[in-house]
């Protein structure tokens, strides 16, 4: 079961099914038939968010998947899907509409590249993908296909980005000079651990091979199928697991693409001791070739949080729990005026599934699609490689591809 990297972005059982599989044509009433790929707590969630949804969605989770029997026999129970143990099975599932990878993070490329050669529509969550070239490879595999990709960033699906793009375009805050966001947990005794089921047993229930994949091969370890984002082998950490969903917000309400210079600090400061690969505090700043820098905070042993606002030349713009709020600053009172927008929808999974089936049926824009995605997922994995390499590092625009600053 070890596949080089190379091989993995190569390969794909799946794609031999691609020039078999017929096209299924959407009627605007026909019912969207759904996989979830992986069984954990987020696919559960997902589950349940589809389950819940009524007209006009129709939806229907029709086959489910994941390596651990346990875990599979729970998510069938739930949504009478028809278990599969390998997702390239479930992919063959006759009218598949769509599937919901929610897969640790280090087989989202794999599963997502094999769901568009067979022509499937994709939500993936968030990362992308666990390194830059996978997510250069799903982005043109998108590109290239007439298959959806939408990114798992829920928050997208609230209309407060959007809206806070269409005022800052406009010139409500003058230029954006400075952004700061961050996302602040407190664990107790460890760093981001998760429950192990000791009834777990790579012998007889649980696949740990197929667990693996494309990561390196290692022994049987419950933390590391448990508590996988603690591991490099398989999560960028804070990074790509929280920071994302943040960046994104800034990414978009500013209309952004990639940085082109990103560092990042931090360490294991509070839990020193913890078998955790992955740092529990984590500082990264990226710079923007529009002329604007981003700060993004996180520590996992203290859950104060900073403010989350876009500081502009005549004005800042402050996300709230109720939307946002432009104040201008005092000496450009003249220039810009207060606002406060009630945000439309929320850090919903349901809403973000929603919008997917209206983008299907209707052709509807897609709240985080493939370049968004890209965009976020890449700067955050500049930041974890930052931090594992302690070097500046800079974005080569034209070979799309990662160098170290100058």
Same mark, same amino acid.
């Given at each position: 079961?070890?596949?080089?990297?190379?091989?993995?972005?190569?390969?794909?059982?799946?794609?031999?099914?691609?020039?078999?599989?017929?096209?299924?044509?959407?009627?605007? *009433?026909?019912?969207?038939?759904?996989?979830?790929?992986?069984?954990?707590?987020?696919?559960?969630?997902?589950?349940?968010?589809?389950?819940?949804?009524?007209?006009? #969605? *129709?939806?229907?989770?029709?086959?489910?998947?994941?390596?651990?029997?346990?875990?599979?026999?729970?998510?069938?129970?739930?949504? &009478?899907?028809?278990?599969?143990?390998?997702?390239?099975? &479930?992919?063959?599932?006759?009218?598949?509409?769509?599937?919901?990878?929610?897969?640790?993070?280090?087989?989202? $490329?794999?599963?997502?590249?094999?769901?568009?050669?067979?022509?499937?529509?994709?939500?993936?969550?968030?990362?992308?993908?666990?390194?830059?070239?996978?997510?250069?490879?799903?982005?043109?595999?998108?590109?290239?296909? *007439?298959?959806? &990709?939408?990114?798992?960033?829920?928050?997208?699906?609230?209309?407060?980005? $959007?809206?806070? $793009?269409?005022?800052?375009?406009?010139?409500?805050?003058?230029?954006?000079?400075?952004?700061?966001? #961050?996302?602040?947990?407190?664990? =107790? #005794?460890?760093?981001?651990?998760?429950?192990?089921?000791?009834?777990?047993?790579?012998?007889?229930?649980?696949?740990?091979?197929?667990?693996?994949?494309?990561?390196?091969?290692?022994?049987? $370890?419950?933390?590391?199928?448990?508590?996988?984002?603690?591991?490099?082998?398989?999560?960028?950490?804070?990074?790509?697991?929280?920071?994302?969903?943040?960046?994104?917000?800034?990414?978009?309400?500013?209309?952004?693409?990639?940085?082109?210079?990103?560092?990042?600090?931090?360490?294991?400061?509070?839990?020193?001791?913890?078998?955790?690969?992955?740092?529990?505090?984590?500082?990264?700043?990226?710079?923007?070739?529009?002329?604007?820098?981003?700060?993004?905070?996180?520590?996992?042993?203290?859950?104060?949080? =900073?403010?989350?606002?876009?500081?502009?030349?005549?004005?800042?713009?402050?996300?709230?729990?109720?939307?946002?709020?432009?104040?201008?600053?005092?000496?450009? %009172?003249?220039?810009?005026?207060?606002?406060?927008?009630?945000?439309?929808?929320?850090?919903?999974?349901?809403?973000?599934?929603? *919008?997917?089936?209206?983008?299907?049926?209707?052709?509807?824009?897609?709240?985080?699609?493939?370049? &968004?995605?890209?965009?976020?997922?890449?700067?955050?994995?500049?930041?974890?490689?930052?931090?594992?390499?302690?070097?500046?590092?800079?974005?080569?625009?034209?070979?799309?591809?990662?160098?170290? %600053?100058?």
């Amino acid at each position: 079961m070890t596949v080089s990297r190379r091989s993995f972005l190569a390969g794909g059982l799946a794609a031999a099914a691609a020039t078999t599989r017929p096209e299924r044509v959407m009627g605007a *009433n026909d019912r969207l038939r759904v996989g979830i790929i992986g069984s954990g707590a987020n696919a559960e969630a997902h589950a349940k968010a589809l389950i819940g949804l009524e007209d006009p #969605d *129709n939806v229907e989770v029709v086959a489910v998947c994941d390596v651990y029997e346990k875990r599979l026999e729970r998510a069938a129970a739930i949504t &009478l899907g028809r278990p599969y143990k390998d997702y390239r099975a &479930l992919l063959e599932h006759r009218d598949l509409d769509y599937v919901v990878i929610s897969s640790p993070n280090h087989w989202h $490329a794999r599963m997502a590249l094999d769901a568009i050669d067979a022509g499937i529509h994709v939500y993936c969550e968030k990362p992308l993908a666990h390194t830059i070239p996978e997510c250069l490879a799903v982005r043109r595999k998108v590109k290239e296909s *007439n298959v959806l &990709l939408q990114c798992g960033v829920q928050g997208m699906s609230d209309d407060s980005y $959007a809206t806070a $793009a269409r005022y800052i375009a406009d010139g409500a805050i003058g230029k954006p000079i400075l952004a700061q966001i #961050d996302y602040s947990r407190n664990y =107790v #005794d460890d760093l981001w651990p998760e429950a192990h089921d000791a009834d777990a047993d790579p012998n007889t229930n649980l696949d740990w091979d197929a667990f693996l994949g494309p990561a390196p091969k290692r022994p049987w $370890a419950p933390d590391r199928f448990f508590s996988w984002r603690r591991y490099w082998d398989y999560s960028g950490g804070i990074a790509t697991d929280l920071l994302v969903h943040r960046l994104t917000r800034i990414i978009k309400a500013c209309g952004l693409k990639m940085p082109s210079r990103v560092v990042a600090t931090g360490g294991k400061y509070a839990f020193p001791d913890s078998v955790a690969e992955i740092p529990d505090t984590f500082n990264a700043m990226l710079e923007y070739p529009e002329g604007m820098t981003i700060l993004l905070t996180s520590t996992m042993a203290n859950e104060h949080g =900073v403010r989350h606002m876009i500081r502009g030349h005549h004005a800042t713009l402050e996300f709230t729990q109720d939307g946002f709020e432009i104040t201008p600053e005092a000496v450009f %009172a003249d220039k810009a005026k207060y606002v406060s927008h009630s945000r439309n929808g929320h850090e919903s999974i349901a809403l973000h599934h929603h *919008n997917l089936h209206e983008a299907i049926r209707d052709g509807a824009p897609l709240n985080c699609d493939i370049d &968004l995605g890209f965009n976020s997922s890449v700067a955050c994995l500049m930041a974890v490689e930052s931090f594992r390499t302690r070097k500046y590092l800079a974005w080569d625009a034209d070979a799309e591809r990662v160098v170290e %600053a100058s």
